[in-house]
């Protein structure tokens, strides 16, 4: 069936380094990816999305490229800043149009 | 454009309380979601509709949850005895299509603890 693995619960950073939240799934529907993002105490926010096997889709700063070939849609981003902080979400749309959620990352960023 | 709008912001009941949760999508958005998010877990579907039409409730706990929009454009969500494990936050979202890119728009949520 369809899913999303996040491998990463936590990541701490320091201001200033690169970003990368790793992302991979499994489907055999059409894909259609979404980066999602929650700042403390707010609701989800969709972040980037993209169906375009090897597009960089770019938004906020923040980067991914869907590879079909390794099923994956990692996030990125060159320089973290300290309001990046949240929580973030992969998904892919599955079979019955449904979102399947990811476990979900928890980026925080340091002075 | 008015964002999604979800009332009430904050509710605590007893065990066995009953509440209701209201939600008002986006103008013109055909598909609403209601999303259960536990305390530090992601969201979890638990029903969603196209116009007021159910499409998928098999994660809506039954026997004390239900969930009606019956014109197709505000939705409730209510929990009948509530218990502890009920304690999150509700996220009401909306989708233009849901055979679009599905795009959902969530709102505020509402958080709910159960003593």
């Known amino acids: 069936g369809d899913s999303v693995t996040q491998t990463e619960g936590l990541v701490t950073l320091t201001e200033g380094l690169p970003v990368m939240l790793n992302c991979t799934y499994q489907?055999?529907?059409?894909?259609?990816l979404f980066w999602y993002v929650q700042h403390l105490n707010e609701a989800p926010k969709l972040l980037l999305k993209?169906?375009?096997d090897n597009k960089r889709t770019e938004h906020q700063g923040f980067h991914a490229t869907l590879h079909k070939s390794s099923s994956s849609f990692h996030l990125q981003k060159s320089s973290a800043q300290l309001s990046d902080s949240a929580l973030y979400y992969c998904?892919?749309?599955?079979?019955?149009?449904?979102?399947?959620w990811g476990s979900g990352t928890k980026l925080i960023i340091k002075p | 454009e008015a964002g999604v709008t979800q009332s009430p912001r904050y509710a605590v009941l007893q065990e066995g309380q009953a509440v209701s949760f209201w939600c008002d999508p986006i103008?013109?958005?055909?598909?609403l979601y209601w999303y259960q998010q536990p305390r530090d877990q992601g969201p979890q579907l638990l029903v969603y509709?196209?116009?007021?039409?159910?499409?998928?409730n098999s994660q809506l706990p039954s026997d004390r949850f239900s969930a009606v929009r019956p014109k197709g454009t505000n939705s409730t969500l209510k929990i009948q005895s509530a218990k502890q494990g009920d304690t999150a936050t509700y996220l009401c979202a909306s989708s233009p299509d849901s055979n679009s890119g599905n795009t959902l728009y969530f709102g505020e949520g509402s958080r709910l603890i159960v003593v």
């Open positions: 489907t055999a529907y059409s894909t259609f």
């Open positions: 509709f196209r116009d007021e039409a159910v499409i998928d």
């Open positions: 998904a892919l749309r599955g079979s019955n149009y449904q979102l399947i």
């Open positions: 103008s013109g958005h055909d598909t």
């Open positions: 993209s169906s375009t």
